[in-house]
């Protein structure tokens, strides 16, 4: 189950980026509105904006539900050690005295 969460997470990640990379910036509205930049674009003039916003919205949302499940299964999982004879400390024995 953790794995597959995790998968989820990452996948969930590399989506969120390229959904950002596609949107357009504010100041590209200016030069759309004249027609220099609605041949370029993806999904044309109009209509983009409202589908990726909505997008990216869901993604995040699904972005932030992966995080917190992650966080939560970390805090039910018995911690593990690299080194398992390290985790108990060793003993502090008292310094001899020299009279």
């Given at each position: 189950m953790h794995t597959a969460v995790?998968?989820?997470?990452?996948?969930c990640t590399l989506f969120l980026i390229l959904v950002i990379l596609l949107?357009?910036?504010k100041g590209a509205a200016m030069g759309s509105g004249l027609g220099a930049g609605s041949s370029q674009?993806?999904?044309?003039?109009?209509?983009?904006?409202?589908?990726l916003t909505k997008m990216t919205t869901a993604?995040?949302?699904?972005?932030?539900i992966t995080s917190l499940t992650l966080g939560i299964m970390s805090t039910k999982e018995?911690?593990?050690?690299v080194m398992p004879d390290l985790e108990n400390p060793a003993p502090i024995s008292s310094p001899e005295t020299i009279p």
């Open positions: 995790i998968i989820l997470h990452v996948m949107q357009t910036g674009t993806m999904f044309g003039s109009s209509g983009a904006g409202n589908f993604i995040a949302t699904l972005f932030m018995k911690s593990r050690s």
